[in-house]
């Protein structure tokens, strides 16, 4: 079965960046739809971005396009999430998913049915 390890979170400075890092264990993520989520204190969780199986298209939110990145890397089985120029909006607990049913990636919580325990990321000065 297929197990996801979120990494790479912590406190970040206004303006900084971080990568996201989503590990894979017990199958491989190329043959899965991957999502980020994230949820906001007092929010409801909400998708950041996704990549779809072998390398097809990918999405981001609004909030985040033009300022992110998704990527993966086969050889490690694992996704990343990068985001630039961060501000406080963007502190939140981030999850990855993985959509076993959907080649193409989607937003919609529903289809992913793999989630990692989520980590913690905090913009503040």
């Known amino acids: 079965q297929l197990q996801l390890v979120e990494s790479g979170g912590g406190l970040v400075q206004p303006g900084g960046s971080l990568r996201l890092s989503c590990a894979g264990s017990g199958d491989t993520l190329d043959d899965y739809a991957i999502a980020w989520f994230r949820q906001a204190p007092g929010k409801e969780r909400e998708a950041v971005s996704c990549t779809s199986s072998h390398r097809g298209r990918t999405l981001y939110a609004d909030s985040v396009k033009g300022r992110s990145d998704i990527s993966r890397d086969s050889a490690k089985n694992t996704i990343y999430l990068e985001i630039n120029n961060l501000n406080t909006e963007d502190t939140a607990v981030y999850y990855c998913?993985?959509?076993?049913?959907?080649?193409?990636?989607?937003?919609?919580?529903?289809?992913?049915?793999?989630w990692g325990q989520g980590i913690q990321v905090t913009v503040s000065s």
């Open positions: 998913a993985a959509d076993p049913w959907n080649s193409w990636c989607t937003t919609t919580e529903a289809h992913y049915k793999y």
